[in-house]
């Protein structure tokens, strides 16, 4: 499906024939005032997006006159396993492709038979942490506003500090597409008026910058691949004397699994300027989170490697992690 992202995916594209505007929104002062709309999805739901040929991603920007763009695969928003869509051009056709958008997803979300309640789905915005205060007022005020009006639920994550060189925050709404797309008209109206909102729309869409506090300075973009959501089940086994593993039982879809390495054999794990544990994670697709230094499995002086993914992921990249650690070992013992 690469290939067929390939058109769509954070390139350069010659501007596009609008579709005659849509009604002003009426929290909109200057309809035409350009704006932008960044979202996390998941890799299937992006792939949704686009459709099949791209189909799916050019009427949408044919109906509503603005600009979609997806992160590239593996480019994922920092903690997360999701891609960023980035919609641009006038608030009203901002809008209008961001509610295309959703109600294509929601419509993809099985039903029973019988019943008729309305599918939801936790929309997520990506908001520059300089531009919050715009939305969350004075005591709260302003997004205590927005949450009486839409009635929708409206919550904006902290910075999330694991991250060096992160900016970004998530602002997750909830409750029925009218309530969240009113929600989104009334976040979107005060972000358009916040130069450092503004000042951000043409940022890169890959997070290739940003540094996770457990990987000794290594880019973000090398350690989080594709995480595959089947279920791994196995018991809990030692490893030649090289580490011990635990299985974390989780209720959701993500399983994962900690193994303890020697803290002299890390850096062997982890290559020159994370060349191995880059290699390790694009080739199993399998995410890869390393303990910081003097972070060590209980009664060891073993640092935690934990390796999330499907059960085949997981698996492969288990295997050479302690293939490099068994190289270690005997060259030790020659």
């Known amino acids: ?32 005032k350009p704006t932008y709309i960044k979202l996390l999805v998941s890799n299937a739901a992006a792939g949704s997006v686009i459709g099949k040929g791209g189909a799916t991603i050019t009427d949408f920007q044919s109906q509503s006159g603005a600009r979609i763009q997806l992160s590239k695969n593996y480019e994922f928003f920092p903690g997360t396993s999701d891609r960023i869509i980035l919609i641009s051009g006038g608030i009203d056709d901002a809008l209008k492709a961001l509610e295309l958008i959703i109600a294509k997803l929601l419509s993809e979300i099985p039903t029973e038979d ?111 691949p594709h995480v595959a959501t089947a279920a791994y ?12 593993k635990f299985q974390h039982n989780k209720e959701d879809r993500t399983n994962s699994v900690t193994i303890g390495v020697a803290d002299e054999h890390i850096g062997l794990v982890v290559g020159r300027g994370g060349r191995n544990i ?19 499995m209980s009664g060891t002086n073993d640092r935690k490697i934990t390796i999330t993914g499907s059960q085949r992921a997981i698996h492969a990249a288990e295997d050479m992690i302690m293939q490099k650690v068994s190289y270690a070992s005997e060259r030790e013992t020659d």
Do not use: W
Not at 7 to 21: A, D, G
């Open 233 to 244: 089940n196995s018991t809990n086994h030692g490893l030649n004397g090289a580490g011990v």
């Open 1 to 32: 499906m690469e290939s067929t992202e390939s058109s769509y995916v954070s390139s350069q594209e010659q501007p596009r024939k609008k579709s005659p505007p849509p009604p002003a929104s009426p929290l909109s002062d200057a309809v035409e």
């Open 114 to 224: 019988g019943d008729d309640a309305e599918p939801r789905m936790r929309v997520r915005l990506v908001v520059p942490n300089n531009a919050c205060g715009s939305i969350i007022g004075k005591g709260g005020s302003i997004i205590k506003s927005f949450i009486e009006e839409s009635h929708a639920g409206i919550k904006i994550s902290p910075l999330d500090t694991d991250f060096f060189g992160l900016t970004d925050r998530l602002v997750t709404i909830t409750g029925t597409l009218e309530e969240q797309m009113h929600a989104i008209d009334l976040i979107l109206s005060k972000l358009t008026d916040d130069t450092h909102y503004l000042q951000n729309m043409h940022a890169s869409l890959s997070y290739a910058g940003v540094f996770f506090s457990g990987f000794d300075g290594i880019p973000y973009a090398y350690v989080l």
């Open 278 to 296: 880059m290699e390790i994670s694009q080739n199993s697709g399998a995410r890869i989170k390393i303990s910081d230094r003097g972070d060590f």
